[in-house]
């Protein structure tokens, strides 16, 4: 279950779910506020109250219907703030930058640390090259990079 592509895609994961009924009346049920999200706003509820641990997935469902309509829904937003807000991103902003489709500003006070971890083994070149273009190419400020060696015995790549 991919969390940040159900918070941003709504319409491509929020839909055609099966619930456990007492899951189900646990959460609250569907609220008639959000009528025209009523999957999305449960789900944000139950994930909100019990995490990602009881989501499941059924192997191949044959679900036959019509498209989702991607579409941006004023109540998804809303349901989309209100999770937000109780993981503690009280700053979050939420963009409709394209419909149906959201970008989530978490509104970090600070830039997180980032740690990019690239394994290697006598590949010089290869490891050259994924160095130099993150040192070129990443916009992130607060990062490192950490260079896991797993028994190179080639001279070059020991050296560098």
């Not at 007492?22 to 999305?40: C, Q, R």
Request: hydrophobic share 40%.
């Amino acid at each position: 279950f991919n969390l940040d592509l159900f918070l941003s895609l709504p319409s491509l994961m929020a839909r055609h779910w099966l619930f456990r009924r007492d899951a189900f009346l646990e959460a609250g049920g569907f609220d008639p506020a959000h009528a025209d999200s009523p999957e999305f706003d449960l789900l944000l509820r139950m994930i909100d109250n019990g995490g990602l641990a009881g989501l499941g997935h059924v192997s191949e469902p044959l679900l036959v219907t019509k498209p989702a309509e991607v579409v941006t829904r004023p109540s998804e937003m809303q349901a989309l703030q209100r999770h937000l807000h109780n993981r503690g991103y009280e700053d979050a902003r939420i963009d409709a930058e394209l419909p149906g489709r959201y970008r989530i500003h978490y509104g970090h006070a600070a830039t997180p640390g980032v740690s990019i971890v690239i394994p290697t083994k006598n590949q010089l070149g290869m490891l050259r090259r994924c160095v130099e273009t993150l040192l070129e190419k990443t916009a992130c400020k607060n990062y490192e990079v950490l260079i896991v060696d797993n028994g190179s015995d080639e001279a070059d790549a020991c050296a560098w």
